[in-house]
């Protein structure tokens, strides 16, 4: 394939994409369990433990109803990443206990979404900051071989707070890589009215996957971040871990979008970005290279 003229720019998902997720995932829950119960539910420990491993097994059970939500929309499916399993796992915990409901909304009294998804998102943040980074074995080769590509300029964004980006490439050696952070891409808004185009399903804003998930491309601050990287560049390619939050809206843009396998990326993830026009399975971090120069 022809490579075209000028820069492109390979925009990283961070967190499960340079980071083994899996192998951080059973801190951050006992984390969020103990912060859950002394801080927050004031809830026995154990209890509170039982009721997150309970839940976590239910949710991924049937992954395609219990899905992280925002403002009404699908943000992910419960099963797309060992962080956003987490992540679902604490919003449905706390949202099918009454009591539990109660005791979030009085800990969030000014909320910015609803109180339990502030609640896990809070949680997110203030917990994954001090988690040690467990860089994938391939992370440092490809940072060094995407800054040294003569058309190719690594861009790290990130639903992550930049800070904890930062410090964490810092450790590798890679504070030029640009990071941008809390590009919130989980972040559904219900009144925008941007369309966009299916080749079978015509005209819309939430597109059928297949017969038990659906994508909502309704996310304009990722638009917007996805737009500003486009504005200087010959071409964009996206790469991360998981499907709905950092990879729906690029390919329904236009934009070649990587799917890193990992150990735990469901089925319906691979086939559906596997057959895509603009998407690629890409079966390990250290062929990132080599995928991106055949998609450009
Ligand atoms: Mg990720």
């Given at each position: 394939m022809k490579i075209p003229e000028g820069l492109i720019r390979v925009i990283l998902d961070y967190d499960g994409t340079l980071t083994a997720e899996e192998e951080q995932v059973a801190e951050l829950a006992e984390r969020s369990i103990i912060t859950l119960s002394r801080d927050i539910l004031k809830a026995p420990l154990s209890q509170v433990r039982d009721d997150y491993y309970r839940t976590r097994a239910m949710v991924l059970a049937e992954s395609h109803k219990f899905r992280w939500e925002v403002n009404g929309g699908i943000a992910s499916y419960g099963d797309e990443g060992a962080f956003i399993t987490n992540t679902t796992t604490i919003q449905t915990m706390l949202g099918m206990n009454p009591s539990y409901t109660q005791a979030v909304r009085e800990y969030f009294p000014n909320v910015e979404y609803d109180p339990i998804v502030d609640c896990s998102n809070y949680l997110f943040h203030k917990l994954t900051f001090d988690l040690e980074p467990h860089f994938r074995e391939a992370t440092e080769r490809v940072l060094r071989d995407l800054t040294a590509h003569p058309r190719l300029e690594p861009v790290i964004l990130s639903s992550s707070k930049r800070d904890k980006v930062r410090r964490n490439m810092g450790i590798l050696g890679f504070e030029a890589i640009r990071v941008l952070g809390?590009?919130?891409?989980y972040e559904i808004d219900p009144s925008w009215k941007r369309q966009f185009v299916h080749p079978e399903q015509g005209t819309g804003q939430i597109f059928r996957v297949d017969d038990k998930h659906t994508m909502d491309l309704r996310r304009p601050a990722y638009y917007q971040a996805l737009v500003e990287e486009m504005r200087d560049a010959a071409g964009v390619v996206v790469v991360a871990?998981?499907?709905?939050?950092?990879g729906a809206l690029p390919m329904m843009m236009g934009i070649p979008f990587l799917l890193l396998k990992t150990v735990y990326t469901p089925a319906w993830c691979e086939a559906f970005v596997g057959q895509h026009a603009q998407g690629c399975v890409l079966p390990e971090l250290a062929l990132l290279v080599d995928c991106v120069e055949e998609v450009i």
């Open positions: 809390d590009t919130r891409q871990d998981t499907f709905s939050m950092p």
